[in-house]
């Protein structure tokens, strides 16, 4: 409880300050602004990352990345993170289930009995416990719902999970809202865009608005 009383006041903090680190901007301000960073840092990706690799790689920490001519769905909103809000999820999921492995579930299917600073914040379902966990999660599906059925109204710069074919674990990050928002994505041809419709014959899983204001 101490600790998420201190997570939340350092973001309350730093979502306060804005972009430009000025005090005064109200939640829903720096809410939007946050977001708007994440779309414009998920497009600058486009043309950039032009292939698909899951590999297992060993990666530099913080900060690790394999190329950015590749990689895989969520090292777009890795990416993105990183040079939209200077926030490393690799570090942030680390420290995370190091402290908490046991309420991640992923780890388990895999076989692994501790961390892997490598990997962990590149898996969908590690990165939904833990927007999840630091109270950023808007919505998540109970029961099967079409991929373009999200029930919450989507912002740019939300963040979006799916199952692909009711099984594979898929992200991305909306880049424009209003009735037909669309998503910047890596489903296996490199970062694309795409209207959310696209996903209609898929399974909604996650919504997500992070960093969380409280």
């Avoid at 992923?106 to 590690?126: C, E, F, S």
């Avoid at 865009?193 to 969380?212: C, I, M, T, V």
Wanted: glycine content about 10%; charged content about 20%.
């Amino acid at each position: 409880m101490q600790r998420r009383i201190v997570l939340g006041g350092l973001t309350a903090a730093w979502l306060a300050a804005g972009p430009c680190g000025k005090l005064g901007a109200s939640p829903v301000q720096a809410a939007k602004a946050n977001g708007q960073r994440l779309a414009d840092a998920a497009r600058e990706q486009l043309g950039v990352t032009t292939g698909y690799d899951p590999t297992y790689t060993k990666l530099s920490y913080p900060g690790g990345d394999v190329p950015r001519s590749t990689g895989v769905c969520a090292d777009v909103v890795i990416r993105a993170a990183r040079d939209g809000l200077g926030l490393d999820l690799q570090k942030l999921v680390h420290e995370e289930m190091v402290k908490h492995f046991d309420a991640y579930q992923q780890p388990k299917k895999w076989g692994m009995t501790r961390p892997d600073a490598n990997i962990d914040h590149r898996r969908v379902l590690n990165l939904e416990t833990y927007w999840t966990r630091v109270g950023a999660r808007l919505w998540a599906a109970d029961a099967p719902t079409p991929g373009d059925g999200f029930p919450k109204t989507i912002e740019v710069g939300d963040i979006l999970t799916w199952l692909l074919d009711a099984r594979l674990p898929h992200v991305g990050i909306a880049v424009s809202a209003g009735l037909q928002p669309w998503v910047a994505h890596n489903i296996g041809r490199g970062v694309e865009e795409s209207s959310l419709d696209a996903f209609s014959s898929h399974r909604a899983a996650g919504h997500y608005r992070w960093p969380a204001i409280s």
